[in-house]
């Protein structure tokens, strides 16, 4: 009876530590507004070589989250084989997004419109100041995340990796702050890892890069550095297996969370021996 009773009490320790193991492996959710989601990973839907590609993407990848720009959407299309009958809004929260708007006027007149024909008050915020590099124009951007803000939505803004502008985002109300790593669409990954680590400290909103990734490990980059999340689409789209690529960005954007969260080993100048030497016998 005490044998048996020992037994189990070792497999319920046993349990309980495997329990643990298994949560401390997790990935803590990302929390925006109130709002929590088991993915770090937020994508746009376009690029995509066609819409069944794009739903296959979207669903390798585990994202809660995708980004429409209604500028390429016709809500009256539902039903016809449109982008929207590829998304399913029980699955996915749509994220409209205001790309190709260049003055904070469009931007606001788009995430209005967003708002009365789908019902969306989450809005991604892009104010473009230059066609040719798509770097925003962060005075205009300033002004439609005030004006946004005051009128209800909530504002996940994209901006250059400019400490005072992203601080200046936050203080103006935005729910989340997406500075870029590289320019849009330019594979190029993290440019400025100092800029992004100040951006991070300062930081009481989350921090999620948006642009610029390439490939997956400029995904666990982003992360291991202290992002909260990363946005991308052309990575994925644009790849030769855009499918596969998503499923690689999911582990690289999950490995990245987890390596920053770990605690790493201090980096050393020389080598140090990972088997004892101590006790050997001579």
């Known amino acids: 009876m005490t044998a048996t009773l020992a037994k189990a009490g070792a497999a319920a320790a046993a349990g309980g530590t495997a329990a643990a193991t298994a949560d401390a492996a997790a990935v803590a959710p990302?929390?925006?507004?109130?709002?929590?989601?088991?993915?770090?990973?937020?994508?746009?839907?376009?690029?995509?070589?066609?819409?069944?590609?794009?739903?296959?993407?979207?669903?390798?990848?585990?994202?809660?989250?995708?980004?429409?720009?209604?500028?390429?959407?016709?809500?009256?299309?539902?039903?016809?084989g449109s982008l929207l009958d590829f998304v399913d809004p029980e699955r996915y929260l749509l994220l409209p997004n205001t790309a190709g708007c260049y003055t904070a006027d469009e931007a606001i007149r788009t995430a209005r419109l967003a708002r009365e024909v789908g019902g969306w008050d989450w809005v991604k915020l892009e104010v473009i100041g230059d066609q040719k590099t798509l770097f925003p124009d962060n005075v205009e951007l300033l002004r439609a995340t005030e004006r946004l803000v005051a009128e209800g939505f909530v504002v996940l803004a994209y901006t250059n990796d400019d400490p005072v502008v992203c601080k200046k985002l936050e203080e103006l109300g935005a729910a989340a702050v997406m500075p870029l790593g590289a320019p849009i669409g330019s594979g190029m990954g993290i440019r400025n890892p100092a800029n992004l680590r100040i951006i991070l400290e300062q930081?009481?909103?989350?921090?999620?890069?948006?642009?610029?990734?390439?490939?997956?490990?400029?995904?666990?980059?982003?992360?291991?550095?202290?992002?909260?999340?990363?946005?991308?689409?052309?990575?994925?789209a644009g790849a030769a297996d855009p499918v596969r690529m998503a499923r690689a960005m999911k582990l690289a954007v999950e490995a990245g969370w987890l390596a920053a969260n770990a605690g790493r080993i201090p980096r050393k100048l020389y080598a140090s021996a990972s088997s004892p030497l101590t006790g050997l016998i001579e």
């Open 30 to 80: 990302l929390v925006v507004a109130g709002r929590t989601f088991r993915s770090r990973l937020i994508l746009g839907t376009g690029k995509y070589p066609d819409f069944p590609t794009m739903a296959a993407a979207l669903a390798a990848s585990g994202t809660e989250v995708v980004t429409v720009a209604l500028r390429r959407v016709n809500l009256d299309e539902r039903g016809q």
């Open 203 to 236: 930081a009481k909103v989350p921090i999620i890069v948006d642009a610029g990734v390439g490939t997956a490990s400029d995904a666990t980059i982003a992360m291991e550095l202290g992002a909260h999340g990363v946005l991308m689409n052309t990575a994925i």
